[in-house]
């Protein structure tokens, strides 16, 4: 598998070129053969939420119950997420959710799928499909759960536990700013330079699951991003 991870293609060749839409991409998605992980996957699972929201929450991969639905973060960390947002005073209706890697990596332990964190290939090949959701969006706040998504959009030296909470310049903060320089101003399709916006990196609602002190990880999390529901307030 090694080799074949290596030599992932990539997802580039399989976004249509004249895809105006969420959905046609959603659509096309589907197809995807980028890297290998579409192989043991039950689906690709692409983002969901209104192209106009003016929050994008970009997290990791799909889990096993994300996998089996089609949708992101309808597992317990989707639940978590969705009560953490809630907290901290965000607009589910104006929240547009992916992950940066759009298929379940897993390895089998019996009959149970357990998560395994995508590799930088897996992250490298899937980006492609994040670029294209970002040309489509135009949102005032992105918010990057864990460090996965972190490095697909940051690069792989930024650091959550050391810039978490804090609101960055996007897309000047990207790994390739010019990758989301353009955005939707139209429904013709026609585009222009995306005015400032802000990014915020947090823990993934996973890493509050996991914690011994639960209680606390998720008061961080709420915290972090209740700065991105200010950010927008003001």
Known sequence: MAEQTDN?????????PDADTIAELRTASGGCRGCELYRDAT????????????????????GDM????????????????????????LDPAQIYLTNAVKHFRFE?????????TPDRVHITACRPWLVAEFARLDPEIVVVLGATAAKALLGPSFR??????????????????????QVPVDSAGERDDAP???LLAT?????VLRADDQDTAYEGL???LTVAARALAG
Request: hydrophobic letters at 35%; charged letters at 25%; proline letters at 11%.
């Open 8 to 16: 992932a293609p990539g997802a580039q060749r399989f976004i249509p």
């Open 108 to 116: 089998l332990r019996g009959r149970r799928r357990i998560h395994q």
């Open 160 to 181: 959550v536990t050391r810039q978490r909470g804090e609101l960055l310049p996007w897309p000047a903060s990207a790994q390739h700013p010019e990758d989301f320089i």
């Open 203 to 207: 823990i993934h609602p996973s890493a």
């Open 66 to 89: 994300e996998d089996q639905k089609g949708l992101p973060f309808v597992g317990p960390a989707g639940r978590l997420l969705r009560k953490a947002v809630d907290d901290a005073g």
């Open 222 to 224: 709420v915290a972090d």
């Open 43 to 62: 689906q690709t699972v692409f983002g969901r939420g209104d192209e106009s929201a003016r929050v994008v929450l970009v997290g990791e991969q799909p």
């Open 196 to 198: 400032p916006a802000r």
